[in-house]
């Protein structure tokens, strides 16, 4: 189950990644984030956003072209120690 789920179909690029960000940015370390978005451009910028961060993306595509997004903020990988210099 979802602590937090956004609705943005109807939404073009870029207000789904956005939003995203966003609930992501304000949201629990362990939590769980469900996006649903119809805009065809989300496949790839919210996974994208999601890999940048180090989050775990599942991506359910219903059968009335709507893209379910589960966004999972457990860290998927660990940041080499002494890594600096570079951008998430």
Do not use: W
């Not at 690029?13 to 956005?18: L, S």
């Not at 805009?39 to 790839?44: C, F, N, R, T, V």
Request: proline share 7%.
């Amino acid at each position: 189950m979802a602590n937090l789920r956004l609705d943005l179909t109807g939404q073009l690029c870029p207000i789904p990644v956005h939003e995203s960000r966003r609930a992501m940015e304000h949201s629990g370390d362990h939590d769980t984030i469900e996006v649903l978005s119809d805009d065809p451009e989300s496949l790839h910028d919210i996974p994208a956003l999601c890999a940048r961060k180090g989050y775990a993306c599942k991506v359910i595509r219903g059968d009335d072209q709507v893209f379910t997004f589960i966004i999972s903020k457990y860290k998927t990988y660990s940041k080499p120690q002494g890594d600096i210099g570079t951008i998430p």
